[in-house]
């Protein structure tokens, strides 16, 4: 495989040992008080609001945790294992808007969004494993995760990675949603984000908390933004993240020794001319392939951020961030990017953006394969009895087999004819075929449904949860 490096081992190891700084002299806020007694109990010390970690703690539970992470779809379908060496895919999770290509116009995502999306997603190739793509609109709010979730599970058979949870309430009906397809701790992962900087608010700690007592692999996901919730410097923000990220990890062990944990790490930066969220700048591919470094560094397997724009239409903008941010961190060792189908740094997706996100993933695997420097693919024999003969090396049989070998990528939608032919057919642009394209798959894809008990025991699950969480 084609390897990137961004940052040399002694500068891992600065980032490191910055990171056990951070957590033993300055520390976490996290006032939970079940918390903060596992904490304390393990050797942490209290200082105000704070936490501080000591180091041995900090490489005690890192120490804990598997090198791998396996997740299966429902029914027994096939399990993809992060770590392996192998380069997964999924979409982004959670977008507000949905954007029509054809309009040009965004409209509020709605439940049958969540449904369609996630069947588009069972039917790309490239998708490895699928997370509830929209924020559904018509939900009431404190409803949408597991509305979210109950709308994902009926319509793929790949692994379903949950969505990200805030409460342990949140925490336990996502994984009774789960048990209704398989056993959860092997067919559900669980992010949960604390706030940056350095802050476990009391929801968030007892959603780890019941995450790691329910034996759910963990992501935790700090979303750092460089110059605002993190330092401007890229390096001091990846040390604070890490600090976020191995907290995280300290509290899962605490409570349950060997739980599966899935480094996450999503720092974006600040645009200095507005202050909002920049997803689409190519800083963010080199933090996301430094945090790759960062995490194998420690043995864990690592998600970060890949697919991503800031753009808000499929134009030239939307296609070169989103190529250049996944691209880095896939040739420095990603084991799954995040991404597929983003707009608008994380507000809006779109079905066509989700088609167009397949081929390019398809175009970062042929990258990360490299090319073949061996006698058959120096092809000696070939060129000479091509130059003794036709001097042509169409009609050969190394031709043919490196062709049915996948040396040359076939796109399926890049369009590569000539001027005329592109005229005649009309002219369509690389959106207008992904958009159609969507269609397609949306119109003729089928997922193997859910048995009818399995369905209603998802609704039950959910009315139970709206007569918890809309009481108050």
């Avoid at 080199?286 to 970060?304: D, E, F, K, M």
Wanted: glycine share 8%.
């Amino acid at each position: 495989m084609v390897q990137l490096t961004i940052l040399t081992n002694e500068e891992i190891e600065a980032i490191h040992q910055t990171t056990l700084r951070i957590l033993n002299e300055v520390g976490v806020v996290l006032t939970q008080p079940e918390a903060r007694q596992i904490l304390t109990e393990a050797g942490a010390v209290e200082r105000g609001d704070r936490i501080l970690l000591p180091p041995t703690l900090v490489e005690w539970a890192v120490a804990q945790c598997p090198h791998q992470v396996t997740i299966r779809g429902r029914d027994n379908g096939k399990a993809i294992a992060l770590g392996d060496g192998s380069l997964h895919w999924h979409n982004l999770g959670g977008a507000r808007d949905v954007y029509e290509p054809r309009s040009g116009q965004r409209r509020p995502a709605t439940v049958q969004d969540v449904r369609d999306s996630t069947r588009l997603l069972d039917a790309l190739d490239s998708v490895t494993t699928v997370t509830p793509f929209f924020t559904p609109q018509d939900v009431p709010g404190p409803l949408m995760p597991l509305a979210m979730y109950r709308h994902t599970l009926p319509h793929t058979t790949k692994p379903v990675q949950g969505p990200g949870a805030q409460t342990a309430a949140e925490v336990r009906y996502v994984v009774q949603m789960a048990a209704v397809i398989g056993p959860p701790a092997k067919v559900l992962t669980l992010g949960i984000s604390p706030v940056s900087p350095l802050f476990f608010p009391n929801d968030v700690a007892e959603a780890m908390m019941e995450t790691a007592r329910l034996g759910i692999p963990l992501g935790p996901l700090p979303c750092p933004i460089a110059g605002a919730t993190s330092p401007m410097s890229l390096a001091g923000s990846l040390a604070q993240q890490n600090a976020e990220v191995l907290a995280s990890v300290v509290l899962a062990q605490l409570v349950r020794p060997g739980l599966p944990i899935i480094y996450c790490g999503r720092l974006a930066m600040m645009e200095p001319r507005t202050g909002i969220s920049v997803w689409g700048g190519v800083e963010l591919g080199l933090a996301s392939a430094a945090t790759v470094q960062i995490s194998h560094r420690y043995g864990l397997p690592v998600n970060v951020y890949g697919l991503s724009t800031n753009s808000h239409v499929l134009d030239l903008q939307n296609g070169y961030e989103r190529a250049l941010n996944a691209i880095i961190p896939a040739l420095a060792g990603a084991d799954e990017l995040s991404g597929i189908g983003e707009m608008e740094a994380g507000v809006m997706g779109a079905y066509a953006q989700m088609v167009c996100d397949n081929e390019i993933a398809l175009s970062i695997g042929r990258v990360r394969r490299g090319l073949a420097v061996d006698e058959q693919a120096l092809a000696l024999e070939v060129i000479a009895t091509v130059m003794d003969g036709p001097r042509n090396f169409l009609g050969q049989r190394h031709t043919v087999r490196y062709l049915r070998s996948g040396e040359i990528l076939h796109t399926r939608l890049a369009d590569r004819s000539t001027w005329e032919e592109w005229n005649r057919e009309g002219r369509t642009d690389i959106a207008e075929r992904a958009q159609a394209e969507a269609e397609r798959l949306l119109a003729e894809h089928q997922v193997t449904p859910l048995a009818e008990d399995q369905e209603r025991e998802l609704d039950s699950i959910l009315q139970h949860a709206a007569g918890e969480l809309l009481s108050g």
